[in-house]
């Protein structure tokens, strides 16, 4: 995927698998979390809904 879309194109990011580290990763259930260091607990992230597609 380039940086900028092309006309039609659908842009979007993946959150890394989590092993730990810090940032925003995805958990083996396919939820997306926050983690602010290595090795904390893990926060529930409330995913953003995408547009439908006409």
Known sequence: ???SAEPGEVQ????APDEGQ????MTKDGQGKYRHKDGAPLIILKM???????
């Open 48 to 54: 953003p809904e995408c547009p439908a597609s006409t």
């Open 1 to 3: 995927m380039s940086e």
């Open 22 to 25: 810090a940032g925003t990763v």
């Open 12 to 15: 979007g990011w993946s959150q």
